[in-house]
C-alpha cells in the first residue's frame, strides 16, 4: 500500500500484527524516490518516535517487533524502546549486532561493517511475574527449533550433554560473502552466514538504493511468526520483508510512501508467491558491466643492496 505510514497505521485497528519488521531511512542522505533523508536531529528523532509509537499500537500483545538502525541513531532508537517498556507497552529481549564484511572502504576512519537490530516483545510479556519462568509458557512466538544450529558441543567435542537438537545463534550475526554461498549456516558452525546484497548480485533488484537479504528477513519470519500469521513492513521499500512473508506462507502488509517502488515491490511479491522462488536479476539487465582493469597493477618489488640481501624502506 502506497502512502505516509504514520497516516495509514493511525487508520488501523490496534493490536492487527503478528510481526513487524521496520528497516527505515537512517537519515545519511540517501536518495530515495520520494522521501528526504536530510531531516534535522531532532526533527528525525521525533519523525521516529511516532513510528515506533505507531508499530507498538498495532503490535499484537503476543507479536514481536524488530528494528534494524545505523549507528547514527542506535542510542535514541534504543531509548524509546526503554521507555515503552517502562510503560508496559512492550518488553526488550535482544540487541543484536549483524555483522558484515562487504561494502565499504573509508580512508580517515575504520569500515563500518555492523547494523543494530532490536528484537522486542508485546505487552503479554509485562505481564510475566518475576518469579515465573518466561521459557515455560511464553507469551509470544519463538520458534526456537526453525533456527538452531549445531553446538561445537555437538561437533567438536561430542559432548552427551549438548540439546541433539542443537543450540540457538549467538547475538552477532556473522556475515562472509566470499564464503556463505547463500547459506545461513555452514556446517558445524554456530555464526549466521548472509551477504548484504552488492549491486551485481542477481537478488538485488537495481532500482531501489537500499535492499536486504531475503535471508535475512526468512530467519526472522521463522523464528517470529507462524504460518498464517499478518507480517507487516512500515518501510516496504524493495518489498524484501513481503516477499520473504510471502515465501513463507505468511500474510503480509506493508507501506511505502513511493508509488513506483510500491508498485514494483508488489511485482517482486507476487512473483515469490507464485513462484516459491527470489526474484533474480542479471546485472545486464540493470545496466551493469563487468570490465577488464585497463592495465594491471604492478606487484610491489623490494629493494636489494649490493649484496643481494632486502633493504628496508623505513616503511610500514
Not at 12 to 39: C, Q
Not at 111 to 122: P, W
Not at 193 to 204: C, W
Amino acid at each position: 500500500m502506497s502512502g505516509d505510514c504514520l497516516k495509514k497505521m493511525a487508520a488501523w485497528p490496534k493490536d492487527s500484527a503478528d510481526l513487524i519488521f521496520a528497516d527505515p531511512p537512517y537519515n545519511i542522505g540517501f536518495k530515495y524516490d520520494k522521501y528526504d533523508d536530510n531531516r534535522e536531529h531532532e526533527d528525525y528523532v521525533k519523525w521516529t518516535n511516532n513510528w515506533i509509537d505507531a508499530c507498538a499500537r498495532l503490535l499484537k500483545p503476543s507479536g514481536s517487533l524488530y528494528i534494524l538502525i545505523g549507528d547514527e541513531y542506535a542510542a535514541e532508537t534504543r531509548l524509546h524502546l526503554r521507555k515503552l517498556q517502562d510503560e508496559k507497552q512492550l518488553v526488550f529481549r535482544n540487541w543484536i549486532i549483524w555483522h558484515y564484511t562487504f561494502g565499504q572502504n573509508c580512508k580517515l576512519k575504520f569500515n563500518r561493517s555492523h547494523a543494530h537490530l532490536f528484537y522486542c516483545v508485546g505487552s503479554a510479556a509485562t505481564k510475566i511475574k518475576a518469579a515465573d519462568k518466561i521459557t515455560k509458557n511464553p507469551p509470544f512466538t519463538f520458534n526456537r527449533d526453525s533456527v538452531v544450529v549445531p553446538s561445537a558441543r555437538q561437533t567438536t567435542y561430542n559432548d552427551a550433554r549438548a540439546n541433539p537438537k542443537g543450540k540457538l545463534p549467538d547475538d552477532t550475526w556473522y556475515l562472509r560473502p566470499q564464503t556463505a554461498e547463500g547459506d545461513y549456516f555452514r556446517e558445524g558452525e554456530d555464526t549466521w552466514y548472509q551477504s548484504r546484497l552488492a549491486g551485481t548480485f542477481k537478488e538485488r533488484q537495481g532500482w531501489h538504493p537500499c535492499q536486504l537479504p531475503e535471508a535475512l528477513l526468512e530467519r526472522i519470519i521463522k523464528v517470529s511468526s507462524n504460518e498464517g500469521d499478518l507480517v507487516f513492513d512500515p518501510f516496504a521499500g524493495s518489498g524484501t520483508t513481503l516477499a520473504a512473508a510471502a515465501k513463507l506462507n505468511r500474510d503480509w502488509l506493508g507501506c511505502e510512501l513511493s508509488k513506483d517502488y510500491a508498485k514494483r515491490a508488489l511485482q517482486r511479491i507476487k512473483h515469490v508467491a507464485k513462484t516459491g522462488k527470489t526474484m533474480k536479476v542479471d546485472c545486464i539487465d540493470k545496466g551493469i558491466q563487468r570490465g577488464k582493469p585497463k592495465k594491471k597493477a604492478e606487484p610491489h618489488r623490494s629493494k636489494k643492496g649490493a649484496d643481494g640481501k632486502l633493504v628496508w624502506s623505513g616503511k610500514v
